[in-house]
């Protein structure tokens, strides 16, 4: 670890950094786009959703307004009904288990696996014993690491509920050698602006190896309609704007750049932290291959607001994903949860920490913010 004397910022994202090299490159997209005028859907969003579809190796991918959108037409096209329960993991972004209610499903909780923050499939073996209509299985792989899905899969396939992947933190990452979003039924993905592959907005993509899927769910997104004013299904209006897609398709074309960038920075942070003799808990490797993308490099870390403080007082961004566990939140009190049901889940969301990881920082930076982690706890 370099010394680093002078004060410098080390924002927790740097968006600005990563479009300005390819500015010209952006805006050529954009403009074509304005001058073809076509706005929705279109010949940007056909050409964005083969490019995914090859990067994630499934054959089919279908655009849509959002990764949140995404889950809401994965479940709608496999069916899940009210009435039926949806397991899913209480320590994610709200929308996972949100797009579950919109579905008119139930989320049914499973507690993490404290090591890789996503479902632990002996958890899971043991809630869906005693839930009677468990449509469908939500793993998700928070920050760009993998849930262990083989177990989960067999689970499912005991079952027979359908698999469907939040993919939203993982574009790009794999799980034995299987790319994230193509290892289950359905896989979504979301390109907001602070994912690896973030757009200049909304937008989001359902991936899928099945035909039937892909076909209702590229109807799904249009009001249920296979032909414009035929409608097979009752459906949502979620498009991908050809803006958003012009965009991702340039941006695509630096993902592995960019997800090479954050894994040498987790290396360097790593090597940093590790034998420094701090009371934190670092990213611990999954006990199966992965390849773990890191859209967030989230630390464990005993008084974390005082650190977080003294992080931002020393020019260094950071953020809590995610400070309250899904079960004990206001919305979901009538599902019956308490405090304590879900241990590590709870215990994730009193300690977690991200640290800035994008490709944009230096080593310098890396090694700025691992300093002022070491004198926060000297
Ligand atoms: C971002 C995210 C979503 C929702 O994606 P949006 O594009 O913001 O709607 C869903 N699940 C997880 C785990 C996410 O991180």
């Not at 996972?96 to 008119?104: E, F, P, Y």
């Not at 773990?292 to 008084?303: D, E, K, L, S, T």
């Given at each position: 670890?370099?010394?680093?004397s002078?004060?410098?910022?080390?924002?927790?994202?740097?968006?600005?950094?990563?479009?300005?090299?390819?500015?010209?490159?952006l805006?050529?997209?954009?403009?074509?786009v304005?001058?073809s005028n076509?706005?929705i859907?279109?010949?940007?969003?056909?050409l964005?959703?083969?490019?995914?579809?090859?990067?994630?190796h499934?054959?089919?991918?279908i655009?849509?307004?959002?990764?949140?959108?995404?889950?809401?037409l994965?479940?709608?096209?496999?069916?899940?009904?009210p009435?039926?329960?949806?397991?899913t993991?209480?320590?994610t972004?709200?929308?996972?288990?949100?797009?579950?209610?919109?579905?008119?499903?139930?989320?049914?909780?499973?507690?993490?696996d404290?090591?890789?923050?996503?479902?632990?499939?002996?958890?899971?073996?043991q809630t869906?014993?005693r839930?009677?209509?468990?449509?469908?299985?939500?793993p998700v792989?928070l920050?760009?690491?993998?849930a262990?899905?083989d177990p989960?899969?067999?689970?499912?396939?005991?079952?027979?509920s359908?698999?469907?992947e939040?993919?939203a933190?993982?574009?790009?990452?794999?799980?034995?050698?299987?790319?994230?979003?193509s290892?289950?039924?359905?896989?979504?993905?979301?390109?907001f602006?602070?994912?690896?592959?973030?757009?200049?907005?909304?937008g989001?993509?359902?991936?899928?190896?099945?035909?039937?899927?892909?076909?209702?769910?590229?109807?799904?997104r249009?009001?249920?309609a296979?032909?414009?004013y035929?409608?097979?299904?009752?459906?949502?209006?979620?498009?991908l704007d050809?803006?958003?897609?012009a965009?991702?398709r340039?941006k695509?074309?630096y993902?592995?750049?960019?997800?090479a960038g954050?894994?040498?920075?987790a290396g360097?942070?790593?090597k940093?932290?590790?034998?420094?003799?701090?009371?934190?808990?670092l990213?611990?490797?999954?006990?199966?291959?992965?390849?773990?993308?890191?859209?967030?490099?989230?630390?464990?870390?005993?008084?974390?607001?005082?650190?977080?403080a003294?992080?931002?007082?020393n020019?260094?961004?950071?953020?809590i994903y995610y400070?309250l566990?899904?079960?004990?939140?206001?919305c979901?009190?009538?599902?019956?949860?308490?405090?304590g049901d879900?241990?590590?889940?709870?215990?994730?969301?009193?300690e977690?920490?991200?640290?800035?990881?994008?490709s944009a920082?230096?080593e310098?930076?890396v090694?700025?913010?691992?300093?002022?982690?070491c004198?926060?706890?000297?």
């Open positions: 670890m370099m010394l680093v002078e004060k410098r910022k080390v924002p927790l994202l740097d968006l600005p950094a990563l479009h300005q090299p390819i500015r010209d490159e805006l050529a997209a954009v403009t074509r304005i001058d076509a706005f859907l279109g010949e940007d969003v056909k964005l959703e083969k490019s995914i579809a090859q990067y994630c499934v054959p089919y991918a655009g849509c307004a959002s990764g949140s959108d995404a889950l809401l994965a479940m709608m096209a496999a069916g899940v009904e009435g039926d329960a949806v397991l993991t209480p320590f972004f709200f929308a996972t288990a949100g797009s579950i209610v919109q579905a008119g499903a139930t989320p049914v909780f499973v507690d993490i404290p090591a890789t923050y996503n479902m632990d499939p002996q958890a899971l073996a869906i014993r839930t009677p209509r468990a449509r469908a299985i939500m792989h920050y760009g690491g993998c262990d899905m989960i899969l067999e689970i499912a396939r005991d079952r027979a359908v698999v469907i939040d993919g933190q993982s574009i790009g990452a794999e799980y034995k050698g299987r790319s994230a979003q290892i289950g039924d359905i896989g979504c993905i979301s390109f602006p602070t994912k690896n592959l973030g757009g200049f907005g909304d989001g993509m359902v991936l899928t190896q099945d035909e039937g899927y892909a076909r209702k769910l590229a109807a799904l249009v009001h249920g296979h032909q414009k035929f409608h097979d299904w009752v459906g949502v209006n979620s498009r050809s803006l958003q897609a965009v991702l340039v695509l074309q993902l592995d750049a960019e997800t954050r894994q040498r920075n360097r942070y790593r940093n932290l590790a034998g420094a003799g701090l009371p934190i808990g990213p611990q490797p999954a006990s199966y291959q992965t390849r773990h993308i890191y859209n967030q490099f989230v630390i464990r870390a005993p008084r974390r607001g005082q650190l977080k003294w992080l931002q007082e020019g260094v961004g950071s953020e400070p566990s899904l079960h004990q939140q206001v979901f009190r009538d599902l019956g949860y308490r405090e879900f241990p590590e889940s709870e215990k994730a969301a009193r977690v920490l991200a640290l800035p990881i994008h920082l230096t310098q930076d090694d700025y913010v691992c300093q002022q982690i004198a926060f706890y000297a």
